[in-house]
């Protein structure tokens, strides 16, 4: 591995986040190897405050105590019932449109946003894509193009990371996928940067900014798993029923899925698709799911005639 490289981005990462620190900053903390770096040089030059967001006991939340502890800072951790949990998820959608797995994804980031207390949120967001973090990378016959997954995800900041933070009107930090530190995490090949664990450059990087050994040899748990987001909505959401609505024209059918929003003891996803709205609605059993079901098409009723009226 270079040397000259390692301290290209040593130097680069070190300078970008110094320059963000101009105020008090969050990190949206998970107490991993990306967060906690990024926490961890933000510490030099500015109070950073760390939000961490899990349900209780936690693998995320365990796991931000004991990295808050080792590098010597104070924690915000925010324990949230499975129920409560959920509800942020509603809430979530409300304000921005996603999937199941990337509502189970941003939810801690959600909640993380939604409590800080400064006016920039960073967060460690692009380290696995462009260091090669995911276990699917170290499979012999996967893919490894690292920059299409970087550039995948710069696309989606926008409509998830930044438009949470926007909420909020919090600044969005991301150092990882900044040009400059990508340009620098570039220099060296895609199998330097995942290596036999994944993401060696960056634990290199780690161990040369004093990063705990403990820290730097974390292996990745997905926030979604980390924080107890997928298994509170899963536990509480079970059935669901489906429908497709045709309207006359598609600009009907969108403002009809803005102006819907049921009330209800389920959970409504919806996406239009040309003249449709594809709607899921999920609730925690049977007689909750009719009822969720009945609101949502009652409201669709009645928003379609406010529409045409």
Known sequence: MNDNHLKALYTSLDNLIKNECDQPITVAFSGGIDSTLVAFIANNYCDVELIAVGIPGSHDLEAAKSAAKLIGMELKAIEVSENEMVKEGIEMQKVINLNGMETEFMLPFWIAAKNASTSVLMCGQGADELFGGYARFRKEDSEKNLSKEVDDLIKRIPDREKSITDSFNLKLSCPYLNKRIVKSAEMFTVEERIGDIGKVVLRNIAT??????????????????????????????????????????????????????????????????????????????????????????????????????
Request: aromatic share 6%.
């Open 208 to 309: 040369q900014f004093g990063l705990p050994e403990e820290i730097v040899n974390r292996k990745k748990k997905a926030a979604q798993y980390g924080s107890g987001s997928q298994k509170a909505i899963k536990k509480i959401i079970k059935h669901r029923i489906q429908f497709e609505i045709d309207f006359e024209s598609e600009e009907i059918a969108k403002a009809i899925e803005k102006a819907t929003e049921p009330e209800n003891l389920g959970w409504v996803e919806t996406r239009v698709d040309n003249k449709q709205i594809k709607a899921t609605v999920k609730a925690k059993n049977l007689g909750s799911l009719r009822e969720a079901a009945e609101d949502f098409m009652a409201c669709i009723s009645v928003a379609e005639k406010m529409t045409k009226e």
